[in-house]
Every structure is written in structure tokens, then in C-alpha cells.
């Protein structure tokens, strides 16, 4: 039987990152629409409260804080992805799409990432100093990334068959690009908010 490729990846969902942004948490109307499923709303803002403390984490674990970085990462990954659950158990009849049935190649390199930092890789969380403009004011920004994933990385992944190569390349240039220039943590923050718009569209 012929393989069912994902045919429903539309890469002008992905958000535009020329104007910078501060990490805000939940949009307002994304709260709104979450009010009445509190489990999914637990995990929405768990993993949005995982990714933001990426960037101000002093903790350690076996005296890295990297290594602490790396699990923050990791378990706003985790959230992001219980997202699709919790939505079924919060109110079983409701209408949705589920992660991979979504339009936004962000969501479904998020979701493969997360099985791909779970099971098969540990990067080392990096970072680097961005120069920034808030209120006519100059100011220094930490950007914090994971290294680069590479197309051989990625086709590790069982979920990796369902993607038309030039897909995969598209997606993975952008996100590599993208967490770079803004932060990973960031990303995830964008990807919470799209997700709960995309599944009740």
C-alpha cells in the first residue's frame, strides 16, 4: 500500500520575525478561546512558562546550568505536544485538528523535534548576545538555541517518511534560521498560540 504523504503543509502560516517581540505568554484571544478547556490550558501555559525559563534559568543539574536549559526545553516540548490530548479529554465531542493535521510547518517540525530530543539526540542548548531596539531605546538580547538540526538528524524519526523531501528542507532551513535569530523558546511561544487558533479554525 502506497505511503499517505502529508500533503496539507502551508509555509505562509509561518510567522514573520522581522519585528521583534518580547515572549508575552498566551494571546489574549488564545486565553479566551482556552478558558473553557482548563487541562489544555494547564499545558498551554505550562509549556510557555518551560520555554521562558530557558532564558532565565539559574538552577543546575550536575552543576550545568545547560543541562537544566536542555530540560526546560525539553519539557515545553512535552506540554506543547499534551496540548492535542487534553483538548479530547476537556470536552470529548469538540471538533479540532490534531497537530499534524494543521496547516503550519512550525507545529509539525515542534512536534517531530520533541520525539527527536526525547528519544534520540541531547543537544547542547547555546546562546548568543542580539542587538535590539524596544521603545527607541538600544538594548542587548540573549538568544538562547539548540544546534542545528540536520536533514540526517530528522529522517531518524519514524514521522520523517510522511514528508515530501523538499518539505523537510523547507522546514528545517526556516526553524534553524529562525531559532537563531530569535530564540527557540520563542518559536515554542509563537507555536502554542498558533496551535490553539489552527485546531478550532
Known amino acids: 500500500m502506497p505511503r499517505e504523504m502529508i500533503e496539507c503543509l502551508d509555509f505562509s502560516t509561518l510567522p514573520s520575525l522581522e519585528v521583534g517581540?518580547?515572549?508575552?505568554?498566551?494571546?489574549?484571544?488564545v486565553e479566551s478561546?482556552?478558558?473553557?478547556l482548563p487541562a489544555t490550558l494547564d499545558r498551554a501555559s505550562a509549556a510557555l512558562k518551560f520555554a521562558a525559563s530557558m532564558?532565565?534559568?539559574?538552577?543546575?543539574?550536575?552543576?550545568?546550568?545547560?543541562?537544566?536549559?536542555?530540560?526546560?526545553?525539553?519539557?515545553?516540548?512535552g506540554e506543547f505536544?499534551?496540548?492535542?490530548?487534553?483538548i479530547k479529554y476537556d470536552k470529548p465531542s469538540l471538533q479540532y485538528s490534531k497537530i499534524l493535521k494543521c496547516q503550519s510547518p512550525l507545529l509539525h517540525i515542534l512536534k517531530q523535534i520533541r520525539n527527536l530530543h526525547v528519544h534520540l539526540l541531547s543537544k547542547v542548548a547555546e546562546h548568543t548576545e542580539v542587538s535590539i531596539r524596544?521603545?527607541?531605546?538600544a538594548s542587548q538580547m540573549t538568544i538562547w538555541f539548540i544546534e542545528?538540526?540536520?536533514?540526517s538528524d530528522f529522517n531518524q524519526l519514524d514521522g520523517a517518511k510522511?514528508?515530501?523531501?523538499n518539505d523537510k528542507e523547507r522546514m528545517l532551513s526556516w526553524f534553524?534560521?529562525?531559532q537563531r535569530a530569535w530564540g527557540v523558546n520563542y518559536l515554542i511561544q509563537l507555536a502554542v498560540n498558533q496551535y490553539v487558533r489552527e485546531a478550532f479554525a
Open 176 to 178: 534553524n534560521d529562525s
Open 134 to 137: 524596544w521603545a527607541d531605546q
Open 55 to 77: 532564558s532565565n534559568t539559574e538552577q543546575e543539574i550536575d552543576g550545568s546550568s545547560v543541562k537544566m536549559r536542555e530540560a526546560f526545553f525539553r519539557a515545553a516540548l
Open 21 to 29: 517581540s518580547t515572549f508575552a505568554g498566551l494571546d489574549s484571544d
Open 148 to 151: 542545528d538540526i540536520s536533514m
Open 162 to 165: 510522511w514528508y515530501w523531501e
Open 81 to 86: 505536544v499534551a496540548m492535542e490530548e487534553m
Open 33 to 36: 478561546v482556552l478558558h473553557p
